[in-house]
């Protein structure tokens, strides 16, 4: 894998691969197809949601029962 995806990253992939539990070559290996290596992972394992505004087309909004 380090020859692919290079040596830091996977160095990053096993880290977070250990700290969330996922010890095998099926989800490091996913780890790295989908560039989670770097992003945060909150105390209980869960990936840390960065996005703080809600948008979606069935949101009615604030002004929607006024």
């Known amino acids: 894998m380090a020859k692919v995806f290079g040596a830091a990253r996977l160095e990053a992939a096993c880290e977070r691969a250990l700290e969330i539990g996922a010890l095998n ?6 780890i790295l197809d989908n560039r989670l290596e770097g992003r945060p992972i909150n105390r209980r394992g869960e990936e840390v949601d960065q996005s703080h505004d809600l948008f979606h087309t069935n949101i009615r909004g604030s002004t929607y029962y006024h």
């Open 25 to 30: 070559y099926g989800s490091i290996k996913s």
